[in-house]
């Protein structure tokens, strides 16, 4: 079974980092393209960012870019997010999945960006 476990979250200053992690277990990870997806308060589940299973190919959402970027492990079976000069509108609860609809994601992690 497909288990993801998120961690690294908290608040932050608008303009400040925030790196998230996420340990897989269960498949074969590099066989799989990964995602981070969130959820803001009062909103749906969105897409983030995809990773290809090599890790050569990254994919953001146009409002991150530039912004945050995707990584990944194959030897630890990890993933990570790097967020870098987060906005208010940052704030969601940040899952990474097997696809960009969520599939597979764990419990989450909060980010808060706030002052």
């Known amino acids: 079974d497909v288990q993801l476990a998120e961690s690294g979250g908290g608040l932050v200053q608008p303009g400040g980092p925030l790196r998230l992690s996420c340990a897989a277990s269960g498949f074969r990870f590099s066989r799989y393209e990964m995602c981070w997806v969130r959820q803001a308060p009062g909103k749906g589940l969105g897409w983030v960012s995809s990773?290809?299973?090599?890790?050569?190919?990254?994919w953001y959402t146009d409002s991150v870019k530039g912004r945050f970027t995707i990584s990944r492990d194959n030897a630890k079976s990890t993933l990570s997010l790097q967020m870098n000069s987060l906005k208010t509108e940052d704030t969601a609860v940040y899952y990474c999945?097997?696809?960009?609809?969520?599939?597979?994601r764990g419990q989450g992690t909060q980010v808060t960006v706030s002052s």
């Open positions: 990773i290809s299973g090599t890790g050569y190919s990254t």
């Open positions: 999945a097997t696809d960009r609809g969520g599939a597979g």
